[in-house]
Protein backbone atom coordinates (compact mmCIF):
# COMPACT_ATOMS: atom_id res chain seq x y z
CA UNK A 1 0.00 0.00 0.00
CA UNK A 2 1.16 3.26 -0.84
CA UNK A 3 0.10 4.98 2.72
CA UNK A 4 -1.74 7.90 3.46
CA UNK A 5 -1.59 10.45 0.71
CA UNK A 6 -1.99 13.92 0.66
CA UNK A 7 -1.44 16.71 -1.92
CA UNK A 8 -0.17 19.33 -2.90
CA UNK A 9 2.89 18.88 -0.52
CA UNK A 10 3.81 22.66 -0.59
CA UNK A 11 1.16 25.69 -0.92
CA UNK A 12 1.93 29.21 -1.25
CA UNK A 13 -1.07 31.41 -1.34
CA UNK A 14 -2.45 35.04 -0.70
CA UNK A 15 -4.29 35.91 1.85
CA UNK A 16 -8.07 35.84 0.84
CA UNK A 17 -7.98 33.22 -1.62
CA UNK A 18 -9.22 29.32 -0.86
CA UNK A 19 -7.07 26.99 -0.14
CA UNK A 20 -8.29 23.21 -0.79
CA UNK A 21 -5.97 20.24 0.66
CA UNK A 22 -6.42 16.97 -0.55
CA UNK A 23 -6.46 13.32 1.44
CA UNK A 24 -6.79 9.87 0.24
CA UNK A 25 -6.50 7.66 3.37
CA UNK A 26 -5.03 4.04 3.50
CA UNK A 27 -7.64 1.00 1.80
CA UNK A 28 -9.85 -0.59 4.21
CA UNK A 29 -9.33 2.41 6.68
CA UNK A 30 -12.53 3.95 8.49
CA UNK A 31 -11.06 6.50 10.75
CA UNK A 32 -9.61 9.83 8.73
CA UNK A 33 -7.98 12.90 10.81
CA UNK A 34 -6.90 16.39 9.92
CA UNK A 35 -4.26 17.64 12.10
CA UNK A 36 -2.53 20.95 12.04
CA UNK A 37 1.13 21.46 13.58
CA UNK A 38 2.72 24.98 14.52
CA UNK A 39 5.57 25.85 15.84
CA UNK A 40 3.38 27.92 18.73
CA UNK A 41 0.58 25.20 19.24
CA UNK A 42 2.17 21.57 18.55
CA UNK A 43 -0.25 19.04 16.71
CA UNK A 44 -3.63 19.88 16.89
CA UNK A 45 -6.12 17.65 16.06
CA UNK A 46 -9.13 19.24 13.64
CA UNK A 47 -11.76 17.07 12.68
CA UNK A 48 -12.14 13.26 12.41
CA UNK A 49 -14.32 11.25 10.33
CA UNK A 50 -15.48 7.72 10.75
CA UNK A 51 -16.81 5.77 7.82
CA UNK A 52 -16.65 9.02 5.75
CA UNK A 53 -19.09 10.97 8.60
CA UNK A 54 -17.53 13.63 10.78
CA UNK A 55 -17.71 12.32 14.27
CA UNK A 56 -15.91 15.66 16.86
CA UNK A 57 -15.06 18.93 14.57
CA UNK A 58 -14.66 20.61 17.69
CA UNK A 59 -10.74 21.64 16.86
CA UNK A 60 -11.53 23.27 13.43
CA UNK A 61 -10.56 27.01 14.29
CA UNK A 62 -13.30 28.84 13.08
CA UNK A 63 -16.04 28.76 10.40
CA UNK A 64 -13.44 29.45 7.44
CA UNK A 65 -12.59 25.93 7.86
CA UNK A 66 -14.57 22.94 6.34
CA UNK A 67 -13.91 19.41 5.98
CA UNK A 68 -15.67 16.69 3.65
CA UNK A 69 -15.49 12.89 3.32
CA UNK A 70 -17.69 12.26 0.50
CA UNK A 71 -16.39 8.61 -0.13
CA UNK A 72 -14.29 6.20 2.00
CA UNK A 73 -10.88 7.30 -0.50
CA UNK A 74 -11.07 10.99 -0.25
CA UNK A 75 -11.48 13.95 1.96
CA UNK A 76 -10.86 17.89 1.39
CA UNK A 77 -10.07 20.20 4.15
CA UNK A 78 -10.84 24.15 2.91
CA UNK A 79 -9.88 27.14 4.28
CA UNK A 80 -12.01 29.86 3.13
CA UNK A 81 -10.41 32.97 3.00
CA UNK A 82 -7.27 32.13 4.02
CA UNK A 83 -5.34 34.29 6.65
CA UNK A 84 -1.62 34.22 7.23
CA UNK A 85 -2.19 32.77 10.76
CA UNK A 86 -3.18 29.29 9.05
CA UNK A 87 0.36 28.74 7.66
CA UNK A 88 1.08 25.50 9.18
CA UNK A 89 1.75 22.04 8.43
CA UNK A 90 -1.04 20.10 7.96
CA UNK A 91 -1.64 16.32 8.02
CA UNK A 92 -3.71 13.83 7.67
CA UNK A 93 -4.31 10.22 8.88
CA UNK A 94 -6.09 6.96 8.55
CA UNK A 95 -6.81 4.30 10.99
CA UNK A 96 -8.19 0.73 11.36
CA UNK A 97 -12.02 0.60 12.91
CA UNK A 98 -10.52 -0.17 16.11
CA UNK A 99 -7.85 1.03 17.22
CA UNK A 100 -5.55 4.26 17.70
CA UNK A 101 -2.39 3.40 15.64
CA UNK A 102 -2.84 6.02 13.14
CA UNK A 103 -0.91 6.37 9.72
CA UNK A 104 0.19 9.72 9.07
CA UNK A 105 0.79 11.17 5.63
CA UNK A 106 3.53 13.47 4.23
CA UNK A 107 1.46 16.44 4.92
CA UNK A 108 0.74 20.02 3.63
CA UNK A 109 3.15 22.62 4.03
CA UNK A 110 0.92 25.90 3.72
CA UNK A 111 1.71 29.13 3.38
CA UNK A 112 -0.51 31.74 2.89
CA UNK A 113 1.32 35.48 2.78
CA UNK B 1 -8.43 10.86 28.42
CA UNK B 2 -5.75 11.71 30.63
CA UNK B 3 -2.64 13.57 30.36
CA UNK B 4 0.72 12.81 29.87
CA UNK B 5 3.88 14.37 31.20
CA UNK B 6 7.37 13.90 29.63
CA UNK B 7 10.63 15.58 29.43
CA UNK B 8 11.24 18.24 26.99
CA UNK B 9 14.71 17.15 25.54
CA UNK B 10 17.08 14.37 26.07
CA UNK B 11 20.06 13.57 24.98
CA UNK B 12 21.47 9.87 23.87
CA UNK B 13 25.00 8.37 22.30
CA UNK B 14 24.37 6.74 19.27
CA UNK B 15 24.72 2.69 20.42
CA UNK B 16 23.53 3.43 23.73
CA UNK B 17 19.90 2.56 25.14
CA UNK B 18 17.70 5.56 25.00
CA UNK B 19 15.04 5.36 27.85
CA UNK B 20 12.27 7.73 27.70
CA UNK B 21 10.02 8.43 30.56
CA UNK B 22 6.23 9.35 30.47
CA UNK B 23 4.05 9.89 33.59
CA UNK B 24 0.56 9.24 33.30
CA UNK B 25 -0.88 9.32 36.54
CA UNK B 26 -4.35 9.40 36.02
CA UNK B 27 -4.41 6.75 33.19
CA UNK B 28 -7.89 4.85 33.85
CA UNK B 29 -7.81 1.16 33.70
CA UNK B 30 -9.21 0.79 30.22
CA UNK B 31 -6.85 3.37 28.56
CA UNK B 32 -3.78 2.10 26.40
CA UNK B 33 -0.26 4.17 26.60
CA UNK B 34 0.74 4.71 22.55
CA UNK B 35 3.98 5.96 21.78
CA UNK B 36 4.59 7.88 18.29
CA UNK B 37 7.94 9.63 17.03
CA UNK B 38 7.72 12.72 14.70
CA UNK B 39 11.24 12.98 12.51
CA UNK B 40 12.04 16.52 11.67
CA UNK B 41 9.70 17.29 8.67
CA UNK B 42 7.94 14.47 8.44
CA UNK B 43 4.36 13.02 9.57
CA UNK B 44 4.25 11.13 12.89
CA UNK B 45 4.85 7.80 12.98
CA UNK B 46 3.52 4.70 15.01
CA UNK B 47 6.23 3.00 17.37
CA UNK B 48 4.10 0.98 19.90
CA UNK B 49 1.55 0.49 22.29
CA UNK B 50 0.53 -1.48 25.61
CA UNK B 51 -1.76 -1.80 28.18
CA UNK B 52 -0.39 -3.58 31.03
CA UNK B 53 1.98 -5.87 29.92
CA UNK B 54 5.56 -4.54 28.59
CA UNK B 55 5.58 -4.85 24.78
CA UNK B 56 8.75 -5.53 22.49
CA UNK B 57 8.83 -5.14 18.68
CA UNK B 58 11.34 -4.60 16.08
CA UNK B 59 11.37 -0.98 16.73
CA UNK B 60 11.64 -0.39 20.81
CA UNK B 61 10.24 -1.95 23.71
CA UNK B 62 7.52 -0.55 26.11
CA UNK B 63 7.85 -0.81 29.90
CA UNK B 64 4.59 -0.10 31.99
CA UNK B 65 5.01 0.41 35.72
CA UNK B 66 2.46 -2.11 37.54
CA UNK B 67 0.37 0.72 38.72
CA UNK B 68 0.45 1.88 35.02
CA UNK B 69 1.06 5.42 36.59
CA UNK B 70 4.15 5.93 34.29
CA UNK B 71 5.69 4.18 31.22
CA UNK B 72 8.89 4.13 29.61
CA UNK B 73 9.92 3.69 26.15
CA UNK B 74 13.28 1.75 25.02
CA UNK B 75 14.94 2.42 21.81
CA UNK B 76 17.75 -0.75 22.80
CA UNK B 77 20.65 0.96 20.36
CA UNK B 78 20.26 4.28 19.48
CA UNK B 79 21.35 5.24 15.92
CA UNK B 80 21.51 8.95 14.50
CA UNK B 81 18.41 8.08 13.05
CA UNK B 82 16.35 8.24 15.96
CA UNK B 83 16.50 11.52 16.55
CA UNK B 84 13.08 12.70 16.82
CA UNK B 85 10.16 14.22 18.96
CA UNK B 86 9.07 11.48 21.13
CA UNK B 87 5.18 11.44 21.42
CA UNK B 88 3.44 9.63 25.05
CA UNK B 89 -0.39 9.55 24.50
CA UNK B 90 -2.72 7.75 26.62
CA UNK B 91 -6.04 6.28 24.54
CA UNK B 92 -9.19 3.53 24.52
CA UNK B 93 -8.21 1.76 21.53
CA UNK B 94 -11.38 2.44 20.20
CA UNK B 95 -10.41 4.39 17.14
CA UNK B 96 -10.90 8.22 17.54
CA UNK B 97 -9.05 10.84 18.22
CA UNK B 98 -5.26 11.30 20.22
CA UNK B 99 -4.15 14.09 21.78
CA UNK B 100 -0.74 15.26 20.97
CA UNK B 101 1.28 16.95 23.93
CA UNK B 102 4.85 18.23 23.60
CA UNK B 103 6.66 15.42 23.35
CA UNK B 104 10.35 14.55 24.01
CA UNK B 105 12.75 15.86 21.52
CA UNK B 106 15.26 12.86 21.40
CA UNK B 107 18.95 13.71 20.01
CA UNK B 108 21.34 10.90 19.40
CA UNK B 109 25.19 12.16 19.25
CA UNK B 110 27.56 10.68 17.63
Known amino acids: DAGVIQSPRHEVTEMGQEVTLRCKPI?????LFWYRQTMMRGLELLIY????????DSGMPEDRFSAKMPNASFSTLKIQPSEPRDSAVYFCASSLPVSETQYFGPGTRLLVL | DAKTTQPTSMDCAEGRAANLPCNHS???????VYWYRQIHSQGPQYIIHGLKNNETNEMASLIITEDRKSSTLILPHATLRDTAVYYC???????????FGQGTELSVKP
Open chain 2, 26 to 32: TISGNEY
Open chain 1, 27 to 31: SGHDY
Open chain 1, 49 to 56: FNNNVPID
Open chain 2, 89 to 99: IVGHNQGGKLI
